[in-house]
Nanobody, 125 residues
């Protein structure tokens, strides 16, 4: 198993930047594809970004492409999400998630077995 703890959320204005971090502990971090999801209040959880175990593949939701950047440091067991040009519609609880690299797919909630507790990101207009 892997345990995930997010940090870095907060309240900022539209156009500002935030950087989320997720610290992993437990099994070998490099065995996992790592992703960020978000869940706006009253809505379903949605895919934001994913980075493969080898760091060779990154994918983003269309809504964040060009504004968000996902990265991982396998030596430090961390994954980050740099969020720039934030918009009010980015307001949500953001979750870090992990799945074993050999589990197929990258963007569906159900493919991920391990989740952090979430961190609130609020963007004011």
């Amino acid at each position: 198993q892997v345990q995930l703890v997010e940090s870095g959320g907060g309240l900022v204005q539209a156009g500002d930047s935030l950087r989320l971090s997720c610290a992993a502990s437990g099994r070998t971090f490099s065995d996992y594809d790592m992703a960020w999801f978000r869940q706006p209040s009253g809505k379903e959880r949605e895919f934001v970004a994913v980075i493969s175990w080898s760091r060779s593949n990154k994918y983003y939701a269309d809504s964040v492409k060009g504004r968000f950047t996902i990265a991982r440091d396998n030596a430090r067991n961390t994954v980050s999400l740099q969020m720039n040009s934030l918009k009010p519609e980015d307001t949500a609880v953001y979750y870090c998630a992990a799945k074993f690299y050999y589990i197929g797919g990258l963007t569906a909630v159900g493919q991920y077995a391990y989740w952090g507790q979430g961190t609130q990101v609020t963007i004011s207009s």
